[in-house]
């Protein structure tokens, strides 16, 4: 299972023949009934509905909801993305909207940090809301081109992303910013790189759940040139130079057979001191056990294992108790996480001191695929 990595995520409306309806039962919007939203009613629009929509699953919940907290929040991030449409490098397109509001309404309706299966090869493992949202604002620098930020940058698909930064390699102007994109998801077989080449200003990474990339038939004057190569599985031979790499969430490397070894299920030693996605390896008197992973709340141990917490969530101190925290920190809290504090401090919440309005203090979400960054 797995969480949708959106940052920041288009609101939630029901889009009818005649236009836009918005879900926030309280919430001020200014959409117009006979379109889809203008730049200037786009980010007030989305977010009021968005909140609507976290506000059903809070009442559902019985959690707490403010209002004024969510809207203001997504508001404000949502601007930021409208506002690069002002510099003339990226272009709106309106008409995307209604899909994308379509897919994050049926992402929204299952109240759940939870987004189900990844998506399948089949599918180019791109997910439903990334392939909708992805054509609302495209960048039109052609890679290699000045850009001021990620958006300006025009990628070919939702599989590429984008970002804008100086060029790090030598002889490069030092102050300008560049587009550089970078394939993601290639297949096994599929070619990947990790540094442009020569006169280039792309790269391409492997589908980090189908394997790595392998570097080592690249030529000296191309050292950064590979190839996609799939994980073992269980059972093959493993640890040697050129033997290749056990898929990390499902097995290790069992070093005295020299074979890819499954990772014990929650209840089973840990030896390897790894479990199985769900459990994490509690240890007493030197022994370990694959336990379940601990929830949202939870009692846990500063210094045991670091995947203890569930959601990638980190083991936070307890004031004036060295040893003892709670399952909580900011990592991984996402957009869909339906809590008291994504209730009561809007989806990017983290606590009392974000006042209800101010971005997160600390670590950040690592909801960071930007599908309109």
Not at 130 to 138: E, G, S
Request: aromatic residues 6%.
């Amino acid at each position: 299972m797995r969480k949708l990595s959106l940052r920041p995520v288009l609101g939630v409306m029901i889009v009818g023949s005649l236009g836009l309806v918005a879900l926030c039962g309280g919430c001020s919007t200014s959409a117009s009934t006979s379109g889809p939203p203008t730049t200037a009613q786009f980010a007030n629009t989305v977010a009021g509905s968005f909140c609507g929509s976290l506000q059903a699953c809070c009442a559902a919940a019985k959690f707490k909801y403010d209002p004024g907290s969510c809207v203001a929040q997504l508001q404000a991030n949502f601007q930021t993305t409208v506002d690069s449409v002002k510099d003339g490098k990226v272009i709106y397109n309106a008409n995307a909207v209604a899909a994308c509001q379509q897919a994050l309404a049926q992402r929204e309706a299952l109240c759940s940090n939870d987004g189900g299966a990844p998506p399948s090869a089949d599918a180019g493992f791109i997910d439903a809301i990334t392939a909708a949202c992805w054509p609302i604002f495209q960048g039109t620098v052609q890679p290699g081109g000045e850009c001021q930020r990620a958006q300006d940058c025009k990628t070919a698909n939702p599989d590429v992303f984008a970002s804008c930064h100086t060029d790090p390699r030598p002889n490069s102007d030092p102050i300008k910013k560049l587009c550089f994109i970078s394939t993601t998801h290639v297949a096994p077989g599929g070619a990947c790189r990790g540094v442009p080449a020569t006169g280039s200003f792309e790269t391409a990474s492997c589908e980090s759940t189908m394997g790595t990339c392998d570097t080592s038939g690249a030529p000296p004057t191309d050292p950064s040139a590979g190839t996609c190569k799939a994980f073992l599985a269980v059972g093959d031979t493993c640890g040697g130079p050129s033997a290749g790499t056990c898929n990390p969430t499902t097995s290790t490397c069992n070093f005295q057979t020299m074979k890819c070894t499954a990772l014990p299920n929650i209840g089973d030693p840990c030896p390897s001191f790894q479990c199985a996605i769900g459990g994490y390896c509690k240890t007493a008197m030197g022994q370990g056990t694959c336990t379940a992973q601990l929830a949202d709340g939870a009692t846990c141990m500063t210094g045991g294992d670091p995947r203890q917490c569930a959601n990638g969530e980190f083991c936070q101190p307890i004031t004036g108790n060295p040893t003892t925290g709670t399952c909580t920190g900011f990592s991984n809290h996402g957009i869909y996480d339906i809590s008291p504090r994504s209730c009561g401090f809007g989806p990017n919440g983290s606590g009392d001191e974000d006042a209800g309005i101010q971005p997160p203090a600390g670590p950040q979400s690592n909801n960071d695929h930007l599908w309109f960054q």
